[in-house]
């Protein structure tokens, strides 16, 4: 089972590094009851997830996660500790806390800029992170971490980009950056500048040529008048 599950999260994990750019060190944003879960299970988050996600992580929290497993009291003491433990990320209810659930989605609005994973047990929070494309869901079950398959939509996101019906902003600049890069934009805009000069006749330089040929058609026939004038004179 541990096999099939490691070939899951790398195949997963290929989704979102090839689809929505995540790198290391990855961001995984915790909760009170994802921390709850691990210290239950015996799970050591710090050293194992790295070998699960196959790469560097970057574990954090936010105020608002640790206001609220203070405010729980004893109950969640062990998962305040673990939570403590980890970078504390910047959130936007300083004054006003939040529930930790309704501040861990304000952090991935706007498309997940930052490329956070959100790992919870709260099945409410999970279904809403579902409903976002791009955000990678981490929960325990059965004493182990699982990475949850892409939601769907995800998947619909990714269709879109394939079949060129969406293009993120982001992707645009680094086309371009790379195009200027490989000196493609300068090969694009010499090939335009030669369908420019390839072009057909000048019309003006017709114009010349017939005007030419009325003249050279007017001359012999005043020629043929000025010589019926001298045989009529004789």
């Given at each position: 089972?541990g096999?099939?599950?490691?070939k899951?999260a790398?195949k997963?994990?290929?989704?979102y ?7 290391e ?16 299970n ?6 194992q ?12 929290t ?29 959130c ?7 529930s930790?659930?309704a501040?861990l989605?304000s952090m ?35 004493n ?6 892409p ?6 996101f990714v ?43 000048n019309p ?7 005007k ?5 058609g007017?001359?012999p ?10 045989k009529?004179?004789?």
């Amino acid at each position: 089972m541990g096999l099939t599950r490691q070939k899951h999260a790398k195949k997963n994990m290929g989704f979102y590094k090839h689809n929505f750019h995540f790198c290391e060190p990855f961001q995984v944003l915790l909760d009170g009851t994802f921390c709850q879960a691990a210290l239950r299970n015996k799970i050591q988050i710090r050293e194992q997830l790295p070998g699960y996600l196959d790469g560097a992580t970057q574990l954090c929290t936010t105020r608002c996660v640790l206001k609220e497993l203070e405010s729980l009291g004893k109950a969640l003491y062990g998962a305040k500790l673990i939570a403590q433990r980890f970078q504390v990320q910047n959130c936007s209810h300083h004054k006003d806390p939040v529930s930790g659930s309704a501040c861990l989605l304000s952090m991935i609005e706007e498309g997940n800029p930052h490329h956070f994973f959100i790992a919870t047990q709260d099945q409410d929070l999970a279904n809403k992170v579902k409903k976002k494309a791009g955000v990678p869901l981490l929960f325990i079950i059965q004493n182990t971490m699982v990475l949850d398959k892409p939601s769907p939509k995800s998947l619909a996101f990714v269709q879109k980009l394939q079949t060129n019906q969406l293009v993120p902003e982001h992707q645009k600049q680094s086309i371009v950056q790379l195009k200027e890069k490989e000196g493609l934009a300068k090969q694009e805009g010499e090939k335009r500048r030669k369908r420019k000069r390839a072009g057909g006749p000048n019309p003006l330089s017709c114009l010349k040529k017939k005007k030419r040929k009325t003249q050279e058609g007017q001359e012999p026939s005043a020629e043929k008048k000025k010589r019926r004038k001298r045989k009529r004179n004789r």
